[in-house]
């Protein structure tokens, strides 16, 4: 029983620290991003351990982190990548520059991937 454990312990550290979305990931990893924008509105965006991502605004595919720049892999799109604070938690609220360009973006960390009804 103890092998196992171990063997599975490591196997889970050693596929954690081979992916890039796990590597450097923040506060966000299995959880919701609420983002109000000048351009975008309000989106929630799930952000699951496994990489996926669904939006409010109909927005689902893949999510990436390096530590500094959170990326979004969206069916026919070109990947949607910003600068992100990675060192936040949940409950954390802050201001950052809008991905789109257009303003500001206020930023909610909030537990859990259950995305509100919008």
Do not use: R
């Amino acid at each position: 029983m103890i092998k196992s454990t171990l063997l599975t312990g490591a196997a889970l550290a050693l596929l954690m620290a081979g992916s890039s979305a796990f590597a450097a990931s923040g506060g966000f990893v299995g959880n919701t991003i609420h983002v109000k924008t000048a351009g975008a509105g309000e989106v929630f965006y799930a952000m699951a351990e496994d990489g996926a991502l669904t939006g409010t605004d109909g927005t689902s595919g893949t999510w990436t982190f390096d530590g500094a720049t959170l990326c979004f892999q969206v069916e026919a799109q070109e990947d949607f990548c910003g600068v992100f604070d990675g060192s936040k938690q949940v409950g954390d609220h802050w201001e950052d520059a809008a991905w789109d360009g257009n303003g500001t973006a206020q930023i909610h960390l909030m537990e859990g991937t259950n995305l509100p009804a919008h």
